[in-house]
């Protein structure tokens, strides 16, 4: 998805925000990833505001315009999410014990977003080159170019809040620093660069069963292999695809921004050759004889652009890929629908609707690969879902047609 700040639907002019500062009413572009309106009420804040004070705001539904020393402002929004945490995480997963699995994670999305709503109510003003005036801040001019583009010098002042901007910043240290990737092959050459708003491929397990998994052969008529991947984001599958030795790959994605992601990496990975990036929605024209798809594991509704990676409202991605997935395939190929079952154990779908919907689609199952989770969160027994999160497999399903015969 473009992830500029949300256009009106009346004007379609970028939403602003404003405030009262020296008798003087000021305006300023309002930038917001999760797409939140500009609070209504804004006050002016510094490093005499009390953690307190900040809180009680917040809660209010006042944002505070920062007018101190940046670091006071990175401890003060560390002061508000501790009064925001007070509740401790075994009273929350004490209460996810005694109501069900599905209700847990509900009032756990619940509280995850009232979390990120009051820590967002801590704003910064940026000047139109994206730089700032806050005594010890740091220069934001290269990671606010990365998530925002080009600066306009002639847009004015923008605002955005403080938790926001720091997530940026770090998005451009992932890009620039990169993250190892074993299904890649050894280091110094296995590094994916993710770009702000594109999901890091952090969860290695998936990585390595796609690295593993038998590939299916091509067509008699055709003597290398053609794959899709379906959904690429930073590129990762396809690079793994690609260093396999598959001769051509075609990796699709609907997000300009995970396009141009994907390519940056391909072509550092020194696999461009073999990868054509595509921005549409999940399937190129044509068929293949491997078609590849990670969608969005838990069908819900993300609360911002970044969490679609994640959340997929009505589990609408899979879906799409199962009904194209037949079309596309090849004489005897495979589709792999990599899937974690986690929404299973969470009451968000039923592993007999998963292969209901393989049968409905002219799918069967010619294996399925398991691999557990070994992220933190896996073990973490005092995680609010971890009654969930313990029994939680990842899986690679390898699919075919059901005309077809097995390999």
């Known amino acids: 998805m473009p992830h500029h700040p949300t256009l009106t639907d009346d004007a379609r002019v970028p939403p602003c925000i404003q405030w009262l500062e020296a008798d003087q009413t000021h305006t300023a572009r309002w930038r917001s990833e999760r797409g939140n309106v500009p609070a209504k009420r804004v006050l002016l804040a510094d ?151 594109v999901f890091s491929p952090v969860r290695g397990e998936y990585l390595q069963l796609v690295a593993n998994a038998h590939l299916p052969k091509p067509p008699k008529a055709q003597d290398k292999l ?64 491997l078609i590849v798809c990670n969608p969005p594991w838990l069908p819900a509704r993300p609360g911002s652009p970044l969490e679609r990676a994640v959340y997929d409202e009505g589990g609408r991605m899979l879906a799409g890929f199962l009904q194209g997935l037949r079309a596309h395939l090849a004489a005897k190929g495979e589709g792999w629908l990599i899937l974690s079952n986690l929404a299973e154990h969470l009451g968000l779908r039923t592993r007999e609707d998963l292969l209901a919907a393989f049968v409905l689609n002219g799918l069967r199952v010619v294996s399925r690969i398991d691999a557990k989770p070994v992220h933190p969160k896996a073990s973490d027994t005092d995680d609010a879902l971890h009654q969930a999160r313990a029994k939680e497999v990842t899986s690679l399903w390898r699919l075919a047609a059901m005309t077809e015969h097995t390999n």
């Open 47 to 197: 490093d005499t505001t009390t953690a307190d004070d900040a809180y009680k705001s917040a809660c209010e539904g006042t944002a505070l315009l920062w007018r101190g020393d940046f670091q006071n402002a990175k401890q003060l929004l560390n002061a508000i999410a501790r009064r925001i945490d007070q509740i401790p995480k075994r009273k929350l997963k004490k209460l996810a014990q005694a109501i069900p699995m599905v209700e847990a994670f509900n009032r756990h999305r619940l509280a995850q977003s009232q979390r990120a709503r009051l820590l967002g109510m801590l704003l910064i003003e940026l000047q139109a080159d994206y730089s700032n005036a806050l005594r010890r801040a740091p220069d934001f001019k290269v990671p606010c170019n990365e998530a925002w583009g080009a600066a306009d010098l002639a847009a004015g002042t923008s605002v955005t809040s403080l938790r926001e901007l720091l997530g940026i910043s770090s998005a451009h240290e992932w890009r620039r620093v990169g993250v190892e990737v074993a299904a890649l092959g050894e280091a110094p050459n296995n590094r994916i660069h993710p770009h702000y708003g």
């Open 226 to 289: 053609v794959a899709f991947d379906i959904g690429t984001g930073t590129g990762v599958l396809a690079a793994v695809l690609a260093r396999r030795g598959i001769h051509h790959i075609v990796a699709t994605d609907n997000d300009p921004r995970a396009v141009t992601c994907a390519r940056d990496n391909l072509t550092q990975l020194g696999v461009a050759e073999q990868v054509s990036v595509l921005e549409t929605n999940l399937f190129p024209q044509g068929q293949a004889s």
